[in-house]
């Protein structure tokens, strides 16, 4: 089991930068897969990116490619999105996932936070 709270969306403008922060409280942190999705008004939940456990290689949706970036600090037990070049599009709830011994890209058992509201306004 692994606790999830996401901290860092607000309302900003087109243009601008947020980092989003995901807090776990597992020991374990390290061992599980980290992800964002995010979720826009009348729209199904959408992947954004992903990081690996142990490798640090990240993933990302096509959409935010050169735009956002996924880090991790596993001795802290907190992920990161920094968001750049914010656009109207992308606002949306975001929300933190983990997984341990599956796709978190294909799974209905991982580990979620509340979200985060992201706002970009024109």
């Known amino acids: 089991q692994v606790q999830l709270v996401e901290s860092g969306g607000g309302l900003v403008q087109a243009g601008g930068s947020l980092r989003l922060s995901c807090a776990a409280s597992g020991r374990t942190f390290s061992t599980y897969d980290m992800g964002w999705f995010r979720q826009a008004p009348g729209k199904d939940r959408e992947f954004v990116g992903c990081?690996?456990?142990?490798?640090?290689?990240?993933y990302y949706e096509d959409s935010v490619k050169g735009r956002f970036t996924i880090s991790r600090d596993n001795a802290k037990n907190t992920v990161y999105l920094q968001v750049n070049n914010l656009k109207p599009e992308d606002t949306a709830v975001y929300y933190c996932?983990?997984?341990?011994?599956?796709?978190?890209?294909?799974?209905?058992?991982?580990?979620w936070g509340q979200g985060t509201q992201v706002t970009v306004s024109s």
């Open positions: 996932a983990a997984a341990f011994g599956w796709s978190i890209r294909d799974s209905d058992n991982n580990y």
């Open positions: 990081i690996n456990r142990s490798s640090g290689s990240t």
